[in-house]
T-cell receptor, first 114, second 115 residues
Framework: GNSVTQMEGPVTLSEEAFLTINCTYT??????LFWYVQYPGEGLQLLLK?????DKGSNKGFEATYRKETTSFHLEKGSVQVSDSAVYFC?????????????FGTGTRLQVTL | DGGITQSPKYLFRKEGQNVTLSCEQN?????MYWYRQDPGQGLRLIYY???????QKGDIAEGYSVSREKKESFPLTVTSAQKNPTAFYLC??????????????FGPGTRLTVL
């Protein structure tokens, strides 16, 4: 079956540091890949996505590139802010009829300090 | 304001009682989903529904039941058969389209505590 593996957290960085959160996946087909962010006590928000190999998703300074050869979708940001502190989830989706089933990684908590 | 609402935000129940969690969306989405989130784990799919009056089991459906009588509503019942019901429950919805990258939109969640 499908699975997603993320680096364990917490990741603690100083403001303006470079961020990388690793994500690798196992899938039988050609899934779409997503990064979602969860702020404390809230639901998930879509951060970015990519639907095919070599696609780059980007949003709010975050980027991730769909690498089929390494089955990876690492999240990066050049300069983090305190407001980026949250839990980040990597996910893949497989189509099931007209629904889109998501398989999530375990999440990586990011803490950014001044 | 379009979105997904879940109520209540916090819910407490005694062991052995069934409890129903509400999920309503006004995004006109056909597909809806229920996930469970436990500390240190990712989200796991409980049930999903592609269309009104139809739903399928996800990866951890045992001890849960759902209904989909209206497009905008997808309530989840946590029954007494669920061995470890204390968790954070998230509802989501998406367009009913068989296309890649069809994203899901999430509600704010309900934290259920069984005493």
């Amino acid at each position: 079956g499908n699975s997603v593996t993320q680096m364990e957290g917490p990741v603690t960085l100083s403001e303006e540091a470079f961020l990388t959160i690793n994500c690798t996946y196992t899938a039988t087909g050609y899934p779409s890949l997503f990064w979602y962010v969860q702020y404390p006590g809230e639901g998930l928000q879509l951060l970015l996505k990519a639907t095919k190999a070599d696609d780059k998703g980007s949003n709010k300074g975050f980027e991730a590139t769909y690498r089929k050869e390494t089955t990876s979708f690492h999240l990066e940001k050049g300069s983090v802010q305190v407001s980026d502190s949250a839990v980040y989830f990597c996910a893949l989706s497989e189509l099931t009829g007209t629904a889109s089933k998501l398989t999530f990684g375990t999440g990586t908590r990011l803490q950014v300090t001044l | 304001d379009g979105g997904i609402t879940q109520s209540p935000k916090y819910l407490f129940r005694k062991e052995g009682q069934n409890v129903t969690l509400s999920c309503e969306q006004n995004l006109n989405h056909d597909a809806m989903y229920w996930y469970r989130q436990d500390p240190g784990q990712g989200l796991r799919l409980i049930y999903y529904s592609q269309i009104v009056n139809d739903f399928q089991k996800g990866d951890i459906a045992e001890g849960y039941s759902v209904s989909r009588e209206k497009k905008e509503s997808f309530p989840l019942t946590v029954t007494s058969a669920q061995k470890n019901p204390t968790a954070f429950y998230l509802c989501a919805s998406s367009w009913g389209l068989a296309i890649k990258g069809n994203e899901q939109f999430f509600g704010p969640g309900t934290r259920l505590t069984v005493l």
